[in-house]
């Protein structure tokens, strides 16, 4: 799916945010073990089960989450012309994305490769994860084919000829951590040069790509057009055909509007896998409704100038994306194909307080882990969580999901509906509609019937 509004800066921070998902060895002790055993016994456990599928959808949402992102820098290059100086800020964001998805697929590869049990556990369908049937094997394809290698030592080459104009970016604060992600990379790119690479394409291409003008807009094109087939290739096939528009229609997102109030929670559905990243449930997805400046204004009283100057008269959302905690207009949040509206109640002085708390996490990472312990990566429904929770009577409790203390959205469902909010509104469970009242509920009982349904036809 094509982000809103997308600017580099943008880009930059959601690859920030996407490399703490990436895996390493030592980020995996735990799962490790739990593999030796597996292959040793001959299948997963049942807590077992959950534990490695969990990892490994929240693997898949970081590789998703990079691979997009390249997608939307090749976008923002399309029919402009830029200088030098002005190319490597490009080059960077998309290098650093494409070593984060080389090592961390080549890691995963490697582990399975040699433990049949894995492999087959990898390539088992998932609806509740929002994972089809195969998608290790299309990461084992992509991550061995020989192009696409080649594309990919092109880059490094390209890397090591212009390397010190390009960590010089380093010096300028916006880029400070992307260029120490991809010093971190460093390590691995010489070990694999040590190995399957060494004198191949470096000293044959060197020559050519020293002459930066020439080499980077070859190598640009190569990265883009990798990235692309490999999202191609973990589409969930007959869910949506690629580029198929959104079910809400510009009516429905405008209706939808009109009946939110600020504080008001849209628990949203994209029915593509790719769009859903790999979250457990039919419903994956949390946003926070601000409403307009001068309505949240009634509420919380004149924002800092600061925020008030970001906040422009469009935005309504506070939602956690891959490119952090942001303000965002209707058109960005409501581009889904379903959603559910919720209406938490407080009293006036507790909403003031809780969404003045809300708009305090403005700014932070996207967290790729979901794991509520830490406060300075946020997911979506922590967004939630960290807004309401301990004004009564909204109290909600975290759940252990492998290891990590969260709440996924269908529990936050539920648990919102415990604890006072009210279900106001359902959206396109059948298209074309939008139910309230005892309807909606219906409605929500039906789209969980619904993925009961989705999840048998996949066996």
């Known amino acids: 799916m094509q982000e809103f509004d997308i600017t580099l800066p943008r880009a930059v921070r959601s690859v920030e945010a996407a490399a703490l998902g990436i895996p390493t060895r030592q980020s995996l002790n735990e799962e490790l073990m739990i593999v030796e055993r597996a292959q040793q016994r001959g299948w997963f456990t049942p807590d077992e089960d959950e534990q490695i599928r969990t990892r490994y959808s929240q693997y898949l949402s970081s590789r998703m989450a990079l691979l997009s992102t390249l997608e939307q820098v090749e976008n923002m290059l399309q029919g402009l012309k830029r200088d030098w100086n002005s190319n490597l800020p490009y080059f960077v964001t998309a290098f650093t994305a494409a070593c984060l998805l080389v090592r961390g697929s080549t890691f995963v590869v490697e582990l399975a490769r040699s433990r049949p049990v894995v492999w087959k556990k990898l390539d088992e369908p998932e609806q509740r994860f929002g994972l089809p049937r195969y998608t290790f094997s299309s990461l084992h394809k992509s991550v061995t084919d020989r192009k696409r290698l080649k594309q990919f030592r092109q880059a490094v080459d390209f890397y090591r000829a212009n390397r010190d104009e390009i960590l010089a970016l380093g010096d300028q604060e916006g880029y400070r951590p992307l260029i120490a992600l991809l010093r971190d990379e460093e390590e691995y790119l010489q ?4 190995g ?15 002459s930066h003008h020439s080499g980077y807009r070859r190598v640009m094109f190569h990265i883009f057009r990798w990235s692309g087939s490999a999202i191609a290739e973990m589409r969930q096939p007959g869910v949506k055909a690629s580029g198929a528009p959104k079910r809400i229609t510009d009516d429905q997102r405008q209706a939808l509007v009109s009946m939110a109030r600020p504080g008001d929670v849209f628990i949203t559905r994209h029915d593509d896998a790719v769009s859903n ?3 457990p449930g039919f419903w994956p997805h949390a946003a926070l409704y601000l409403g307009s400046a001068a309505d949240l204004e009634a509420i919380t009283g004149a924002l800092p100038p600061a925020l008030r100057t970001r906040y422009r008269d469009a935005t309504r959302f506070l939602e956690a994306k891959k490119d952090g905690v942001r303000l965002r207009p209707a058109e960005e949040t409501l581009a889904v194909d379903a959603c559910l509206l919720l209406r938490p109640t407080l009293k006036a002085t ?3 307080e809780a969404l003045t708390r809300a708009l305090s996490h403005e700014g932070k990472l996207y967290d790729f882990l979901f794991d509520f312990r830490t406060a300075d990566r946020l997911a979506c429904t922590e967004v939630i969580y960290r807004t309401y929770h301990g004004f009564p009577p909204v109290d909600f409790h975290l759940i252990i999901k492998s290891g990590r203390a969260c709440i996924p959205a269908e529990e936050m469902i539920d648990q919102a509906l415990a604890c006072g909010f ?3 509104a359902s959206c396109n469970i059948e298209d074309g509609t939008i139910r309230t009242g005892e309807h909606a509920l219906a409605d929500l009982q039906q789209s969980r019937g619904s993925l009961s349904a989705e999840a048998r036809s996949t066996k």
């Open 277 to 279: 990243w790999f979250l």
């Open 350 to 352: 507790s909403l003031s």
């Open 191 to 194: 070990k694999h040069a040590q």
């Open 422 to 424: 009210t279900l106001i």
């Open 196 to 210: 399957q690479w060494r004198g191949r394409l470096w000293y044959r291409w060197f020559s050519f790509l020293r």
